[in-house]
């Protein structure tokens, strides 16, 4: 009999320690009043699927925006850590933004791995894991997509092509839009594209496929998109293929060519234009 209570009083520890470690690893509620970074959000198995969310004080379902951001580095390089530069000049000009910024799998050079798309189907893959977050995270679903040069190609990419009436507007500066006009044109992004997507010949559809220009419908979203006039990485000839798309769609835009920069711009040049921006968004987004 003794020997029996002592396993009884056993399993009963056992349990009270099973309930207790349930209770510890529940989810706390997020409190809305309070700013909150949440780094290397894990969106999937790879090590590259990660995201970093930044929440604002006093945030709601109603009225905080949010704004996704993709790096840039010619699809082989860059980390969501690029956003941190641009955060402060974001914050400048706009009020009550959660800021959201995603990696994606890198194309591998050397081991030929990770190859086109699957840095578009990354993207698809964290979209959806945000969307299922913004009641948990206390923000709105009044989404805006943004990115740079790649990451502006995949901003592009995804809210024409892939996008199921998430993303309200779509930001991208010197962006790629047509892969294939992108492979004539630069001997580098050629031999990148080469290797990333495959002979532009033989996988003449793929490139097709992975080219935002081919997807603008007059449904599209309302774009803005900013291009320096002697960019030797991504020529000017993109974004004005991509303004002349989205006008023959009747689709919203803003569009700024800055004459004699290049892929890139001064902290002085970025806050005009986000200034510029963020007018934009509000006139789709109130």
Not at 34 to 48: F, I, K, N, P, Q
Not at 67 to 81: E, P, Y
Not at 200 to 205: L, T
Not at 212 to 238: C, K, M, R, W, Y
Request: aromatic share 10%.
């Amino acid at each position: 009999m003794k020997n029996l209570r002592s396993r009884f009083s056993f399993a009963i520890l056992i349990l009270v320690f099973l309930f207790s470690s349930c209770q510890e690893d529940a989810e706390v509620p997020l409190d809305p009043s309070v700013a909150l970074e949440l780094t290397d959000l894990s969106y999937g198995m790879s090590d590259r699927k990660r995201m970093d969310v930044f929440l604002p004080a006093n945030r709601s379902s109603e009225r905080t925006k949010v704004l996704i951001w993709i790096h840039g580095g010619a699809w082989i390089d860059g980390d969501k850590s690029e956003f941190r530069d641009f955060k402060p000049l974001f914050e400048s000009v706009q009020e009550d933004y959660a800021y959201i910024s995603i990696n994606y799998r890198l194309f591998n050079l050397v081991g030929n791995l990770n190859k086109f798309p699957s840095q578009e189907d990354d993207v698809k893959a964290a979209i959806k894991f945000i969307r299922s977050k913004l009641s948990e995270w206390n923000v709105s679903d009044k989404v805006v997509l943004a990115g740079a040069s790649a990451g502006g190609h995949l901003a592009l990419l995804h809210s024409y092509k892939n996008d199921d009436n998430f993303v309200d507007v779509c930001v991208a500066l010197f962006p790629p839009t047509d892969l294939i006009m992108l492979a004539q044109t630069n001997a580098f992004a050629g031999i990148l594209l080469n290797s990333m997507i495959g002979d532009i010949n033989s996988q003449q559809q793929l490139y097709i496929d992975s080219s935002p220009l081919n997807f603008i419908t007059n449904n599209s979203v309302p774009t803005a998109f900013f291009h320096g006039t002697i960019d030797t990485v991504v020529p000017v000839s993109q974004s004005q293929e991509l303004e002349r798309v989205l006008g023959e769609n009747n689709v919203s835009k803003l569009v700024q060519y800055f004459p004699g920069k290049g892929h890139g711009f001064s902290d002085q040049t970025y806050l005009a234009l986000l200034r510029d921006t963020e007018t934009f968004i509000r006139q789709h987004l109130p």
